[in-house]
């Protein structure tokens, strides 16, 4: 197998992980301002971690939590309509 010179890979196990870890991962671009950028490095420096990773815990923190909330706004509006008569009453108590 040829070394990938063009990626600084230079034997084939390297060519075969990096093959096969971009298989599993998505790219996607994220635009911060200096403000941002400067905030995560700093976050990610204090925590030893990389700023990827911090990057990619604060989506998933966003989107777990709109999940969860959707999943409460929706349970919320069936014991609404279920409990409906329920309700009423106590409100006129």
Do not use: I
């Not at 204090?46 to 939590?65: C, H, I, K, P, Y």
């Amino acid at each position: 197998m040829q070394p990938d010179r063009s990626r600084g890979l230079c034997n084939p196990v390297e060519v075969r992980y990096q093959s096969r870890y971009h298989q599993l991962m998505a790219t996607f671009l994220l635009r911060l301002d200096d403000t941002e950028l400067e905030a995560l490095r700093e976050a990610a420096e204090a925590q030893g971690r990389s700023m990827n990773d911090l990057a990619r815990e604060g989506l998933r923190a966003v989107t777990t939590g709109a999940a969860r909330e959707e999943k409460v706004r929706a349970l919320t509006r069936r014991v609404m309509s279920e409990h409906a008569g329920l309700l009423k009453r106590l409100g006129e108590a």
